[in-house]
């Protein structure tokens, strides 16, 4: 892991000091996961992988999505 630093006023740190408290992590942490959020929403050369991972369900699903879709359960 790289260090860095960063400067806040000391309203934001407050704030983020109380959210952090209120999610059971770091300050550290809580920057870090608002840096990957704001990171991850920048264009990419695959925008369809925003996506990847964020559905969720049972694995007999896929079925039902063929009989849907193509009016018939694939083989």
Known sequence: ???TQISLDADMYTRAKGVA???G?????????????TIARQPTSKP?????????GRPEDSGSVD????GRAMP
Do not use: D, N, Q, T
């Open 25 to 37: 992590i770091s300050v550290a942490e809580l920057c870090r996961r608002g840096l990957e959020e």
């Open 21 to 23: 408290r209120r999610m």
């Open 1 to 3: 892991m790289i260090r």
């Open 48 to 56: 369809w992988m925003a996506y990847a991972g964020i559905v969720e």
């Open 67 to 70: 009989e849907v879709v193509y």
